[in-house]
Structures are given as structure tokens and as C-alpha cells.
């Protein structure tokens, strides 16, 4: 790693020119890529996008506060009834509703961070599984959200701009979420960051050294609640309907296996567990059409299996890969990367 | 049966007077009972292995889910009696937990709270998709002895020979773990095991071979529940909801705590039961965790538990 | 910082590199070839419907080995959506652009339907059948979808009719799940109560994933019905009749086409299913039509793999589908998307192992125009799971 000589570098983003070239040519693929691949594919990024924010919000809580959480699906749920409400009943454009719902996510946030202050490790992941839970029995209950029958979601418009095709969606939502991926990184670097760190590593020591523990507790769950409020939002104009049914615990649990997978305390591992886990969630149902391997399933499950149920293979596809990563390597795929580097960092020796 | 058109007397059980309404009452009692049992055995299978490994399992489900299609395979496909089919289940049950610790739990390395679950959850996606993909999704019948619906009718109430059974079970697996935990030498050595292994292992106590009874013996309490839930109904998500609740109750009830477990089981299923009676069927699901919620919040370890207080 | 981002940009590369080159969507259709697409849940808590999409499949491979449609094959592409509406419209993007499918065949569920719905409109993409009796999908009627499964509502209004008219019943008690298709259901049968000037005596809401249904018996108990109406899971109503025979409350249990498999309601059940009405989308399993008898031994017979039962979910991927096939073979040879548009609509009297199936031209407040069926009749379940017919055909207007 490179030496800093100074606070300032530590915090700094771009560090050299070099770095700044490379940032470029990033924000340039990530750009042009919609003109690249076809349409299905910006679906899939657009999808992915979304669960890296919730993922990142996620992460300060779990990788950053050590805290847990089972009921992230909740803040997603209010994010997206939030926004579509407003729009639909309230006639709120846009670019105030999907903030304003982001923002009703990470007071519930807050107030889920209370009962957080005493609990710990599964106490805290049933207390965060009951919210979840609630949040979305309560918005099937209330007629004006549509009920347990859904609501439709309106087109974005954003002056005069509509949005009705996935490459102009993309496009707003990456800026989005490059944005927050900013924020997420910087905050981290600064004393916020460092205090939710501290509560982390050892919350008594932090408190005695006048870390206000209530203060950033709450905080750290009402910014990862405003994360996935964002995300919960944009999901909703992915979908085009969403109904109370869609925010299951699964949804949670997925979330929190992102992260814990793409390892903890790192934003980078959240990026990539995010991207990993939704490529597998969604491309894993192909797993038949692959050459030789899906022919040998298919034959497989004839004789010993059932061939009805041989799309079962996909959970087990993707339980395994849970399982070896976890395994191999209990830091998740940050922490392979980081092994991958001092390996080759010592070559050959 | 005749269904005519005649009108029926529905008489003899609901009279709008204070005797059909305390025989509801009875009967909502005796209801949140008999799903309390089950939610105690897997409460129970949880604390068992939370006590020692400080991980919730959340592939409890699922391992009792496969011992009962395991069960149901030697039933219909051998012809051997149900007794000696359940016997062998256990048996796998047993052997599957001790695999199960041996294989892959074991194996992490420097293992973190998150990890662990996230292991067990990733082991639950593999059970299920086996399950599925071996059986079918579509609802299966077990062959078992008592009828999913026979029942007794004592007065006007009416209670299920399997939710006898299901009660007797918890109980006596609880009485017979608390005693075994508190009083013989494995039970002590568990306990060792769980606050400091490594010192455990100083004193000459075989962690590894602890950690695998464990395992063995609380998918063999899980395996107990499944295969008399699976009667009732039998298909591959037929154990989610009893584990979560299971879960649910064994928090409430304080997780090193195997009494504990079992009376939050019943606490919820008789809240369950009399305010979806009473109050609302659609929350009661809800109202279950938010009490369990303020539970938490008074006692943060459970209601049964000794608080841990981290030292610095 | 900077080999950070190399990596990054290393795997963005290669994650680029994995996707295949740009395909010119088609519309569906060559010289020899006929594209349809369908989604179901073969994996997930609702996998057993997954049947539908297997059914449609096999159906497919015996029209194709019977000489195809107008000297074309049908290349039929199933994926699994797990129940979850954003795999669902991920699947359906990905088949639709990429290989480019001529029109979709039914597709399990009402919120992974109503994600697509819209999609599939604006590009005027025809779909027909969709297993879901939800009035939503006719409501406003779309020019490029053809619904096939009578509407739930009217079903319900049918058996609430058939109660209080025929069978004289007072007290009427509603179970229904509490999702789009329960409450369709409980809106129709509220309607039909309400039209003979009366008022359900308990409706009482289920959730899909409560295992333990005590709470609702018992609610449902107190009410003291002659009649319950059961719009649930087939796997809930199974535990509702067999512990309300077990627990000695008597009543007249109702429900929904979904129940209507005797023989496997049934079998699961142990026999506590006896006397139990239910509605019907379309034959009986064990029904003595001929052409349920053709297709069980030359479709099922001959395509379903080992472990399929010939039971109402399979038949019904047969049953949407068949009249797509009748307004394939219409449209000619010349087939575009308008033709068989032109040519679903002009399906009058239509029969196959379904209800009658009648369309008319796209008429903007027409539920009618695009709801082909509607007309149920009502059956009762006999000792041993054998039906028997209670009513004629009944409208479920």
C-alpha cells in the first residue's frame, strides 16, 4: 500500500495523476456501456446497481458498526411504497419523492436503532426481522397503497424528461449510485466513520473515550436505512408494480449475505458480493442450457432425481458457492483479494 | 357425511353465551399450546447448538426437513415398519448434524458470528434445493400411524393425537437435555466448551467430538419436530415457518437457555392464537415479534437468560 | 488506490467480454420456426404450479410431432422465475430481446403477470392465457392479451349463487388469502352476497407462508356459517377441511377451481375432501371427455417426465394454451403478429378441455372483448375423490 504522509492524503481519493486516469476510464465504461450490450443487460446492471447501494448502506451497519440486521427488505419496502405513493397519490415529482421516502426510511431507521442500543447478535437480528416483518404488514394494510394487491408504478419524469426505456434509466441510476458510493467512501474516512469503527472494535472503550455510542448507533442505522430507502425507490420503477408479497425475508437474507460474502468493513467486498450474488440469482436458472454440464443434470436427475424439480439445482448452486467463499475464505471476497495481493506481493518467495 | 340443504344445526360448540365463549378460550388455549410444542422443538434444537458454538443455525429447518423426507423414502419405497423407519431416521438425523459440524463448520477459519450464519444459511439453500429437486414440490403424504387429523374431543375441545404426541415430546426432550446440561459430565463439558474452548481443551476435553454430539443431538430434536409436523403437511417449505418462530421463541426465551426456549414457545403460541382470535388474524404474526421486541427491550438477553455483561 | 482500481477495471472487462454480441431481435417467427415464451415457478414455495409450464411444454412437443402449425415448429422457452416478479421480467427481457419470442403462453402468477403486463403492451406483444383469474389483467382490456382462466370474482359470485339459491345456506363465512387472488375472490362473492341482501357472518384473512391455521378455523368456527368459502392455497384448504371434520365443525365447505383436483385434494387430505363444492376452470381430471382422455395418453402418456402427475395444474398449461394454438393455425400461413391477433379475436365458441372460449374485436370498456371465458359449473368431491357434476355451465358475468 502506498505511504501517507499526511492526513490529508489518507483521505484523498485520487491520489496521482495515474489514479485519476484510471478513475476516468472507469466513469467512461461505465457510461458507454449501455451502447454496448443489449437491453436485457442494462436490466441486469440496473438491478445490480440497486442492491450495491443497498449493499453499501448495509455494510456500514454490519462491516462498519457490527451491528446485524434481518430487516433490511423494510427500509427497501418503504422506500419503494414511499416513492410511488408520493408520486401517484401526492402528485410529489420525483426528485423530491424519491429523497423524501429515502428519508421516511432512515427515521424508521433511527427508530429501529433504539431497541438496537441494548441488543446484540441474534436478539438483534429477531428484533430487526420483526420490523421487517411489520413494515410489511402494515403497507399491505393501509387501502391507500394499494393493500396486498399492489399498486402500479408511474413512469420517471424528471422535468420534461421521461423516462420509459432501461438505458435512460441506467443512466440516472449509476450517476446515483456513483454518488453515494462517494458519499459512503468519504464518510467513512472521516471521524464519523472512524467513530462507528470504534463502536465496532470496542464499544466500551469508545464510549469512554467520548464517543456518543446512542448518537451513532441510531445514526448508522438510519443511513443504511436511507441507503436502501434510495435503492427501494429505484427498485420500484425497475418493477413497474410492486406489491407488499415482494419484500420477504429471503429479500433480507440475501442482503445480508451480499455483504457478509464480499466481506465485511469493505466497500469494495460489498460491490462485488452485490454483483456477485444478483449475476447467480438471476443467471443461475440457465444453468441447464449449459452444454455438457446441463445434458448431464438433466440425465442425472432422470435416474435418481426428479426431473420436475431439477431447477432445484440453483439453490444448491448457490448455497455452495455461499458456503465455499465463507469457507475459503471467512473475510469474504475482499478478503481473497487481499490474500491474492500478498501472495503475488511476495512472489516468489 | 351429507351436505344437504336442510338447514343444519351447528349447535353443541359456539353458543353466543358465556359457556361457548369460555370453551373458545379453552380451545384457543389448548390450540396455542399445541403449536407451542412444536416452536419449543425447534427453539430447543437452536439453543442446543447456540449454547455451545454461539451460532444461530439457521439451517435447523431444513435438516429436520430432509430427515422427514428421508423417513418418508423408507416407508414407501421398503417395506419395513414405522417404528424401525423412525429409528433410522434419527439415526440419520444424528449422523447429518455430526457431518454437518465435521464438514463444513469446522472447517471455517477464524470464524465471525456473521459468517457462521451465513454458512448455515448457504448449507439451508443446499438442503432445500436438494429436497426439492430429489422430491418434487408438490405436496406428498407420510405414511404415519396416527392420522394427521385424529383427534380426541374432551368436553368441546378438540385436541390432535399429533399435538399430544408433539407436546410430550417437547417436554420430555426439555427435562431430559436441562438434566442432561446441568448434571452429567458431557452436559458440563458442553458447557466448557462453549465459554472457553481453548481452555477446555487444556483440561483434556475433546472439543472437536463435543462440538459434533452437539450438533448431532440438536438435529436430532429438529428431526422430532419435522417428522411430526410433516403429517400434516408435507412439502419442501413446510419448515420455515416453525423455525423462524422456533428461533423467534428461543430468543425470547433467552439462548443459553433451554427452558427458557421452551416456555417463550408456548408464551408465543398462545399469544398467537388468542389474538388472532380475539383480536386480528392478519398481525398476529406481527404482535408476536413486537412483543418479542419489548421483551428484548426489558430483558436484553431473554426472559430467562443471565445477562452477559461484556467486560472491557 | 490505483491497483484497486485496475482490478476494478479488469473485471468490468472481462464482465463486458462474457456478454454476447449484439442479436437482432426477431419477431418470433421463420420459415420453420414459431417462437413462445413462458415463465413459471419451478423452484420456491409455489414450485407446484410450476406443472403449468411443464404441461404447456409437453403439449407443445405433441403438436409439433403431429405435424406443427402451418409447416411450422413451436420452440418453446420455459424459464424459472421462482415467483418473483423481478426474475420474471428479467427472464422475460432476456428471452424477448435476445432470442426474440412471436408471443407468450400463459405464465404462473398474478404480481409476476402484472410486472410484465405493461411491458408486453407497449410492444404489442401478443400473450394468452395467463394463469391467473385476476381481473386486473382484463381490466382495462388490452389489445394483445387474451385472458383464458374464468375471472375469480366470477367464480366466487357462481358458488355464492349456487349456496344460497340452491342449497339455501344463511351464514356465509369467507376464507381467503390475502393477496390479489383472495381478494378477487372474496370481492366476488361479497358482491354476490350482497345482491341477494346479505352480509358474510366472517372473512378471515390468511397469510401464504402461516402454517398454523387453528387461529382461523377457530375464527371461522365462531361465526357459526352453514357454508364456507375457502379462496386459500390448495394446501391450506386441505388442513382447514381435514381439522374441521377432526375438531367435528360442521359445515359446507366451497372453494375455488385451484381445489378442484379431487383426486389429489383427497389424497392429501385422507379423505376428510368428501362433499366438499368446488368450482372449475375446465374438465375434471378424471372427466370422460374424449379429448382429456387423448391428451392424457399421447401428451402425458408420452412427454411428462416420470415424477409429473396428470392432475389440474399440468392439464391447465394445455388447457390456456389451446386457444393460442386455434388462433395460430387461423392466422395461416402468413403469420404476423396483427394476423393472429385478428385471428384470436375471431375464436368464437370455441371448446377445448376448458370452458367455451369467445373473443371479440378490441373494444376499449369491453372486459368481454379479451375475457374469453366465462362460464364455470360447479362439481362435488365423492368418496374416493371421484367427481360429481352438480350444475350445468353457469355464467360468470
Known sequence: MDMKRDYYEDVQLITSPVVFFWFALLLLLLYLFPFFVDNYYIYVANYIAINIIVATGLNLLVGYTGQISLGHAGFFAIGAYGTTVLMVKLSVPFLIALPSAALIAAGFGFLLGLPALRLEGPYLAIATLGFGLTITQVIGRIELFGGREGIHVPDINIGSWIIDTDKEFYFLLITLTIFLLLFMRNLIKTRMGRAFIAIRDADIAAETMGVNIVFYKTLAFAISAFYAGIAGGMYAFVLKFIEPEIFTLLMSILFLAMVVVGGLGSMMGSITGAALLCWLDLKLRNILDIPYVGEWLKSLSENWFSLTGVSNIQYIVFGSIMVGIMLFEPLGIYGIWIRTKKYWRTWPF | ?312 | MKKKLMFILFVSLTFLLSFGPNLFAEEGVTDTEIHIGQWGPQTGPAAAWGAVARGTGDYFKWINDNGGINGRKLVYHMFDDGYNPAKTKAGVKELQEGTGMFAWASGVGTSPGLAVKDYFAKKNIPWVGPASGSKEFVNPPQKNLFAVYPLYEGEAKVLVKYAIETMGKKRIAIGYLNDGYGKNGLRGALSSLKAHGMESVAEVPFEAKDSDLKPHIMKLRQAKPDMVLLWVTPGQAAKVVGISKAMKFDTQFMSTSTCSDFIFMNYITKGAWEGVITATFGEVPDSKLPLMAKYKEEVFGKYAAKEERWGIFYYAGILFVEPMIEGLKNAGRDLTREKFITAMENIKGFKGIGPEVNYTPYKKGDIYSRQGTSQTFLVQCLKGGESKQLTGLMSTK
Not at chain 2, 129 to 154: C, H, L, N, R, T
Not at chain 2, 216 to 227: F, N, P, Q, R
Request: hydrophobic share 55%; with cysteine.
Open chain 2, 1 to 312: 357425511m351429507e351436505y344437504g340443504s336442510e338447514q343444519k344445526n351447528t349447535g353443541g360448540h359456539g353458543h353466543f353465551n358465556k359457556e361457548g365463549i369460555m370453551i373458545d378460550f379453552i380451545q384457543m388455549i389448548v390450540s396455542g399450546v399445541a403449536t407451542g410444542s412444536t416452536y419449543a422443538l425447534m427453539g430447543l434444537a437452536m439453543v442446543i447448538i447456540y449454547k455451545t458454538s454461539e451460532v444461530p443455525n439457521f439451517a435447523q429447518g431444513e435438516m429436520a426437513l430432509i430427515t422427514s423426507y428421508f423417513a418418508m423414502m423408507l416407508l414407501t419405497t421398503m417395506n419395513i415398519s414405522v417404528y424401525l423407519a423412525f429409528f433410522l431416521s434419527f439415526v440419520f438425523a444424528a449422523i447429518l448434524g455430526a457431518f454437518l459440524e465435521f464438514a463444513i463448520l469446522r472447517r471455517a477459519k477464524e470464524p465471525n458470528v456473521l459468517g457462521m450464519i451465513v454458512i448455515t444459511i448457504g448449507i439451508e439453500m443446499i438442503i432445500l434445493g436438494f429436497v426439492s429437486w430429489k422430491f418434487g414440490a408438490e405436496q406428498k403424504v407420510m405414511p404415519f400411524p396416527i392420522g394427521p387429523y385424529d383427534g380426541f374431543i374432551v368436553g368441546d375441545i378438540y385436541i390432535s393425537k399429533l399435538d399430544v404426541l408433539t407436546l410430550i415430546s417437547a417436554l420430555l426432550f426439555m427435562i431430559v437435555l436441562y438434566l442432561f446440561f446441568k448434571f452429567s459430565k458431557l452436559g458440563l463439558a458442553m458447557k466448557a466448551t462453549q465459554q472457553n474452548s481453548v481452555a477446555a481443551q487444556i483440561v483434556g476435553i475433546r472439543t472437536n467430538r463435543i462440538m459434533m454430539l452437539t450438533w448431532g443431538i440438536s438435529s436430532l430434536v429438529g428431526a422430532t419436530a419435522g417428522l411430526l409436523i410433516a403429517p400434516t403437511a408435507m412439502q419442501p417449505f413446510m419448515m420455515w415457518d416453525p423455525m423462524l418462530k422456533g428461533f423467534a421463541a428461543a430468543v425470547m426465551g433467552g439462548m443459553t437457555s433451554l427452558p427458557g426456549a421452551v416456555i417463550a414457545a408456548y408464551m408465543l403460541g398462545i399469544i398467537e392464537n388468542l389474538f388472532g382470535g380475539y383480536i386480528s388474524i392478519e398481525f398476529k404474526t406481527v404482535v408476536a415479534f413486537v412483543i418479542i421486541v419489548l421483551v428484548l427491550c426489558i430483558k436484553p438477553s431473554g426472559l430467562f437468560a443471565r445477562h452477559y455483561v461484556k467486560k472491557v
